[in-house]
């Protein structure tokens, strides 16, 4: 959805400087189309197959995007009273949404609880009792699925697995099976199970071995098996994928012997490629390029040494020099990373920040006073705003009056 034409970068048929002039930068910049292509891709995987794809809001909770996926019938995957509130007003329906998160409060609970979701996703023999204590409270019955920690380890950035033994996330095995053979509630209903074996993710492989791991649990059939999210992207433009086809010839069926249906929760499936961030460079240097997104804009590349690609938005025809692009904020990991071949530009051009729709603006912030960028979605020849740049006014002051 991103392509050159005469060498002008556009998204789906707008020329991204066009989008630049009016909106300014830096910017992120969307593609309604390939949202909607990664969303029947998806679905084509399940076919027929009772399933459930609930779109992880914590990689992009814009609220015009999510409506786009919550039109497509996709469910929600969220994890704070916030992102369960936000599915509920944009309607996304209750017994779509689910609610993890290894420290949800009494009052997130209680919300959940009292909105009848499709499942609370319990992290902890505390957090079950809790949710127990609850439940009586209010004589309202509750759906959880337990979050097992499935002690497996795929290959992906050390800091975004989640489902190594020693991590904070889920339920050991022996507390579960603890929790399966003894836990009786008037209220509380055991309907499924949920593991999330960690992100970026390409093979189907240490999927099985999570659901071989904790299929010793079930007892009988679970209405649904949550296998989590973590589908990978290729950030490297090489065309690599995910491997669908392992997954839908050996991970589904097996689930299906455990339970009714199965979960998704994917989030940079969906919505990464789906999105570049425009800035304007500001200056050269005989090695690097000052651009004006920073850290604050885009995080990955400083939290986990992601690499993104970046090209010029136009092309000249100039010789291709390597060279690094960092931004305006002052600490040394502002930088989106070195070596990167580009015609050098001239102050004042554009370049763009690829595949940063998962994990982009959900993670910035306004580190060094910034305001954080204004995000505007392309559908074909036509674009429009989705969320304004933030006003400076609203970074500086939001102490208590003296
Ligand atoms: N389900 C659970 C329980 C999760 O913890 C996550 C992501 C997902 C689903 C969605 O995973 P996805 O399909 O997007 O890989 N900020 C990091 C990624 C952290 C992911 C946290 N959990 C990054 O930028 O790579």
Redesign the pocket.
């Known amino acids: 959805m991103f392509e050159y034409r005469d060498g002008i970068l556009y998204c789906e048929d707008v020329p991204v400087p066009e989008i630049a002039r009016k909106y300014g930068t830096p910017v992120y910049v969307y593609s309604r189309r390939e949202i909607e292509r990664r969303i029947s891709k998806l679905k084509s995987v399940f076919g027929d197959v009772p399933h459930l794809i609930a779109y992880?809001l914590?990689?992009n909770n814009n609220p015009i995007l999510l409506k786009i996926i919550k039109d497509a019938g996709l469910g929600a995957?969220t994890?704070s009273v916030g992102e369960v509130k936000l599915a509920l007003d944009l309607g996304f329906e209750p017994e779509k949404i689910v609610f993890?998160?290894v420290g949800k409060r009494r009052y997130e609970l209680e919300f959940a609880i009292e909105k009848g979701i499709k499942s609370i996703?319990v992290e902890s023999y505390e957090e079950l009792l809790l949710i127990d204590e609850i439940a009586k409270a209010l004589s309202r019955p509750v759906a959880v699925a337990l979050?097992v920690n499935p002690d497996v380890a795929p290959k992906t950035?050390d800091?975004?697995a989640?489902a190594k033994k020693t991590s904070k996330?889920g339920i050991d095995m022996e507390t579960a099976r603890h929790i399966f053979s003894n836990f009786k509630s008037g209220y509380v209903q055991i309907r499924g199970l949920?593991v999330?074996i960690?992100?970026?993710?390409f093979e189907y492989e240490p999927y099985i071995e999570a659901v071989e791991k904790v299929a010793p649990l079930v007892n009988g059939k679970l209405e649904f098996f949550d296998v989590?999210?973590?589908?990978?992207v290729d950030y490297e433009g090489d065309g690599r994928e995910f491997d669908f086809e392992g997954f839908k010839k050996y991970v589904v069926p097996r689930i299906l012997e455990l339970a009714d249906e199965v979960v998704t929760?994917?989030?940079?499936?969906?919505?990464?490629k789906s999105s570049i961030l425009v800035t304007e460079v500001l200056y050269r240097k005989p090695h690097f390029i000052i651009v004006d997104a920073g850290m604050n804009d885009f995080?990955?590349p400083a939290?986990?040494g992601?690499r993104h690609r970046i090209v010029n938005v136009t092309l000249k025809g100039r010789k291709k020099e390597a060279v690094g692009v960092g931004g305006p904020v002052c600490e040394s990991t502002d930088v989106f990373g070195k070596d990167f071949e580009l015609e050098i530009p001239d102050r004042g051009e554009l370049l763009a920040i690829m595949d940063t729709g998962?994990?982009g603006m959900s993670?910035a912030s306004n580190y060094n006073a910034r305001p954080r960028p204004a995000e505007v979605l392309c559908e074909g020849k036509s674009y429009r705003l989705i969320r304004h740049r933030e006003p400076l006014e609203d970074v500086l002051w939001r102490g208590v009056q003296e």
């Open positions: 992880s914590k990689a995957d994890v993890a998160g996703n979050r950035i800091k975004i989640t996330f949920h999330h960690g992100s970026q993710i989590g999210g973590g589908f990978g929760e994917p989030g940079r499936f969906i919505i990464a995080s990955r939290y986990y992601a998962a994990y993670m």
